[in-house]
């Protein structure tokens, strides 16, 4: 079982920034992929970013140029910078740990989400 915890999620203006982190403890595997996916309002659960162990990371178009992944390994941190946020990039961000080169989540049995942070992103 691996547990998933975000933190750093709250109302931020158009334009403004945010930082996202996320701790994980148990049984992770050697191997891993973690990031973050996005839920939108009415909307389904999408991939943001992912970075695996080895650093190689895996980010949405839109997200480009705007949003930055990093992790700390010896610390199963993972974190993800917001920039330039937009009314658009509203949503609940939910931490996850697989195995999936690219970061999906297709529910195979190191597919873990964390409990999902609020970011509002006001106009």
């Known amino acids: 079982q691996v547990q998933l915890v975000e933190s750093g999620g709250g109302l931020v203006q158009a334009g403004g920034s945010l930082n996202l982190s996320c701790a994980a403890s148990g049984s992770t595997f050697s191997f891993n992929v973690m990031g973050w996916h996005r839920q939108a309002p009415g909307k389904q659960r999408d991939l943001v970013a992912t970075m695996n162990t080895g650093g190689s990371t895996n980010y949405a178009d839109s997200m480009k140029g705007r949003f930055t992944i990093s992790r700390d390994n010896a610390k199963k941190i993972v974190y993800l910078q917001m920039n330039n946020l937009k009314p658009e990039d509203t949503g609940v961000y939910y931490c996850?740990?697989?195995?999936?080169?690219?970061?999906?989540?297709?529910?195979?049995?190191?597919?873990?989400w964390g409990q999902g942070t609020q970011v509002p992103v006001s106009s």
């Open positions: 996850i740990h697989t195995v999936h080169p690219m970061g999906l989540m297709l529910g195979g049995r190191f597919d873990y």
